[in-house]
T-cell receptor, first 112, second 116 residues
């Protein structure tokens, strides 16, 4: 089944403890992106990747890192999480930038 | 940066009625897409309309696009309880719009409630 898989789905952590949210797609998509969703703010793009080894900042990149070493994987790294990064995170991919996105199920992160 | 803006923010109708929600955007686009999100879940793509198209249908969904007014509407006919969800429009400015965030930019959504 064509899908985007994120893990973990739920995570509670403490300030400063590094964490990684993994994202994997099995559709051979070139474009991948991370969004965060907060009440009243909608979806905001964190980072995106046009292809392997090509990543760039979105609207709200501060406090996040990404890498794209393989086409299928696009992990989101929080080096030193803070409470303002408590949010619902979505990974998404598409064949190319601007085309229809397939979203993961979401990762709900709470930073205490 | 946010471009699409949905209206209304929330809509409650009776089952069987039609639901219309609107999206306005600011700059020229390559295409506009509508997505549905059930509570707390991932967004699901509904329909894509290109900038040179005016209307598109998919089952009970009808999308219109008016590039002169920079607006789009999503009509759901004969609504069902299962249509209860948030609906987002997203705009694409092309393969590479240059500078800052790229790809689809989403509005804040319309929360639709279908009363049984």
């Amino acid at each position: 089944e064509a899908q985007v898989t994120q893990n973990p789905r739920y995570l509670i952590t403490v300030t400063g403890k590094k964490l990684t949210v993994t994202c994997s797609q099995n559709m051979n998509h070139e474009y991948m992106s991370w969004y965060r969703q907060d009440p009243g703010l909608g979806l905001r793009q964190i980072y995106y990747s046009m292809n392997v080894e090509v990543t760039d900042k979105g609207d709200v990149p501060e406090g996040y890192k990404v890498s794209r070493k393989e086409k299928r994987n696009f992990p989101l790294i929080l080096e030193s999480p803070s409470p303002n990064q408590t949010s619902l995170y979505f990974c998404a991919s598409s064949l190319q930038n601007g085309q229809t996105l397939t979203f993961g199920a979401g990762s709900r992160l709470t930073v205490l | 940066s946010q471009q699409g803006e949905e209206d209304p923010q929330a809509l409650s109708i009776q089952e069987g009625e039609n639901a219309t929600m609107n999206c306005s955007y600011k700059t020229s686009i390559n295409n506009l897409q509508w997505y549905r999100q059930n509570s707390g879940r991932g967004l699901v793509h509904l329909i894509l309309i290109r900038s040179n198209e005016r209307e598109k249908h998919s089952g009970r969904l009808r999308v219109t696009l008016d590039t002169s007014k920079k607006s789009s509407s999503l009509l759901i006919t004969a609504s069902r309880a299962a249509d209860t969800a948030s609906y987002f429009c997203a705009t694409s400015q092309g393969l590479y719009s240059g500078g800052g965030a790229d790809g689809l930019t989403f509005g804040k959504g319309t929360h639709l409630i279908i009363q049984p």
